[in-house]
């Protein structure tokens, strides 16, 4: 039955505008400024999800991001569904949908439900102990385990929203605008700070804007007036940036912050079209002040988590902000003089309070006597020990405390309720602190962690500090900002203040029972259904550091990140174990501070704008020529150019053939392309290179291995000399980047005596290649001035040429075998030679080829590609390359690696060839090779680097690397598959045209 | 994320920069004179220390210039940064 609890209206809520919105199906209304918690609690609901493990009834219990219960799933079903969103955050909106989380068929009646009654089965790590075994069946268990624990569905559809990144720099952050940050926004904007205040709620002023009592004053008036007198100032400050509805969710090294400010979230569904909905602020500050205030502290006794169980400070919040009552008949509960504030607020709004159970005996405090002048009886030296109700707390046993508060004493006495409020006393919000690298210490009178040492620019001020009270924050606040920024004097120095609250506190970490510990449910972390039972258990098996605690018993790992119940734990610990509470530390608190959306994190590099994608000048003709296309890096290359209907592998045999019969043509402008310049470019070659490179001829190419110091190959490329002093060096598409930053290394730091300057020109030239046995002609036909005979323009040599009036370099080399040209072209033209040469190319059936053809035909010559035949543990002597190795010179990278202890053994991996017994058989790319199939264990020797069927040899051929491979020749291995074993012979990787007869037929 | 301060830029965006190891390691002038165990040592050794450390750094997305930075490791706090070449500012 729903029934109406708003019991007077109030600043935040605006009763002339009601919005209707859905909870698991049934319509309800609220109020504009209504959050889904306030609106639920003004229906009378409280029921609102289930427990983790044990699937019990869970209710409200806070108003705020610390919420541990009450996370919902929103617009069921569509696209913009999402989970774990907390009702006490989220602000209702006309035609908000929402239904609970973790309970099937319903949040009513649970399943699951089931888990409570089993709960002596499902101790701490019972997930741990029961599913290790058999491990194959982990997969099985799973399936159910994650069944059964679902937090909530994500979209199965992209995100509709839009989101983006904001760089904001500022003097000063101040982080929290409740009292403490308003006056420290203040303080900095009018003393000329360039200032941000960020808050994560949609009003400014924190808990003191509704704190409307004659026990706090400031200035003789009531805290609340006198703040909304500053907040107004506030807003009229031209350098004071303020944000609502954002929050810090990360506070790194060097004043670097990122918060996530909500722009769309809290409208109507109709009116977000278009509208970023959240933008991910990345702020850099000259100084923070971080005023994130306190959490309240719940109290561990048995069935703690009844829906209906609040923080005090959250019925407070309920009644005196949003107007509503969290229930008819209240019992607060409290070791403070915190739950008396709720109890002022919620008599002065003709809610009724029950009764009062304080841990602490007889306290001289205004506030209780003013409770007890309004005939609420007060249990003093009491605790709750029990209460009962399963959808919603009707009563509570309670019993009186012995003197040291180890036990309790005297007889039960039960009191009905419809809601209990409790109080534990507050937790400083230092996570962001911390999160900076922020050291805290244990204050042992109120047993809080405080801000200790500070890495950065930045404070802590107000309660976050420490500083509870309204009197401690307004005397301690000015004299912290005055030193933090440097200033004479602030305009709170003469203030009047008045707070009657009493500091005393009773802290009892885990409330006394008549039951046995076993016997109880105490819970610590509400969302993981983690109880002081299992801590008890976790510490009784001889865990110790906290660190290992939380992770046995899942206290602090939930979504809400233990902010309730983390001190509990603590505290437990350390009674259990005997230790100070300073010594053991905290758990580390990690960003982000409360959950990011997915769609804020990536902002707006989605779908196409998620990576760069490179493309070449001709990349369109590839386009238009329906070519597949391959990712290397950020390119995209041509893969492969399937003709009716194809698949790769015909097209690669077709393609592969023509190159060979008569001419293939590449656009191998992905290549990397370095220009070298200056006086000592030949000396640098000639010492990043395994090769000589003094005497090369201007005109000539050369092939280069470059290996790193350890004598690993590291690229490879042609090298071609156009001056005396200038250069032109090719890379690997994929090493262009670090081939590069690895030179441009060694001549800043190791040789900065060397001449040289090196520029990245790979995206300035286009490179066309073609090949085969009609290449010349092609190319004559393009470029009709060039001398293209062999004595003129011998194999590995070059010319400058034009093509029509435009400059052109031209390279005969060869990556194929084939008698080939590179026609280097600035990109922009790149396009129209290339269909010149297809053009050109008609009569000879001029083929264009891709990626994987270009695999096949190298592989066919055993040539390597440094990446794919290599990792990094091949040296060139490893790949059979000793010829590329100077004996000569003096020095040059990965020399003195070459003759260690390790790269000497004969037995390393070494690159040689493959032939299948059946010519048919294709070996996988990463099948391991074998010799004795009978040996236990068998002994790995090596794997298969590249394979292919070569059309132009009629069989296949692969390249792999195995131990002592070059004195294998001949030898019969085994590649060892799934169902069946292959048979191949080692060979010479060199499969075709030994003698480079092709080059120049 | 650190606030770097280029030596040839000013102050930058950690992500602008990469991070190149341990400083002041030099590239012996002969290696072929060197055994095994020394040639080891330039190649693989590097100090992990808690406290002061002398470490390169590259303004790759940036002018590309090489630098040297000492940074405390216990807290991140870079002491100073100076050119290739140079001595270090502080011990």
Known sequence: MTKNLRVKSSKLVDETYRISFKFNGTTYYGFKGDTLASALLANNIHLVGRSFKYHRPRGIMTAGSEEPNAIVQLHNGTSRTEPNVRATEIEIYEGLVASSQNCWPSVKFDIGGINNFLSPLLPAGFYYKTFMWPASFWEKYEYFIRKSAGLGKSPDVPDPDIYEHKYIHCDVLVIGAGISGIIAAKTAAKNGFKTLLVEEKSYLGGSTIYQDSEFFKINNQNSASWLEKEINEIKKIENLEIKTRTSVAAFHGYNFLLARENLTDHLPLEQRENKTRQRLLKIRAKKVITATGSIERPLIFDNNDRPGILLSSAIKKYADLFGVACGEKNILFTNNDSAYETAISLIQKGIKVQAIIDNREEIDSKLIKETEKNNIKIYKGYTIVDTFGYKRINSVSIMKLSKDGQKVIGSKENISCDSLGISGGWTPAVHLFTQSGGKLKFRDDDQVFIPNTYPSNQISIGSCNGDFTLDEILINAPKLLKEFLNIKKTEYENIEIYSAFNKSKRNIWLLPSYKIVGKTKSFVDFQNDATAKDIKLALREGFRSIEHVKRYTTTGMGTDQGKLGNMHALGIISETASSKMGELGTTTFRPPYTPLTFGAIVGRNVGKYFDITRKTPIHEWHVENKAEFENVGQWKRAWYYPQNGENMHEAVQRESKAARDSAGILDASTLGKIDIQGTDASEFLNRVYTNAWSKLEIGKCRYGLMLNEDGMVYDDGVTTRLDENHYIMTTTTGGAATVLGKLEDYLQTEWPELDVYLTSVTDHYATISVCGPNSKKIIQKVIPEIDLSDKDFPHMSFKNSKIGKIKCRVMRISFTGEQSYEINIQANYAKSVWENCMEAGKEFNITPYGTETMHLLRAEKGFIIAGQDTDATMTPIDLQMDWIVSKKKFDFIGKRSLYRSDTIREDRKQLVGLITDNPEEILEEGAQIVADMNKTPIEMLGHVTSSYFSPNLKKSIALGVVKGGKNMMGQKLIIPMEKKQINVTVTDPVFLDKENKRLNA | ?91
């Open chain 2, 1 to 91: 994320m650190f606030l770097i301060n280029c030596p040839f830029c000013g102050e930058r965006e950690q992500s602008e920069f990469k991070a190149g190891g341990e400083a002041h390691i030099v590239r012996p002038k002969q290696p072929t004179e060197l055994s095994d165990d020394q040639w080891a040592e330039y190649l693989f050794m590097r100090k992990n220390i808690k406290g002061i450390q002398f470490e390169r750094w590259n303004h790759i997305h940036g002018c590309r210039k090489w630098f040297n930075m000492v940074r405390d490791t216990s807290n991140d706090e870079i002491k100073a940064v100076y050119k290739m070449g140079e001595k270090p500012p502080v011990k």
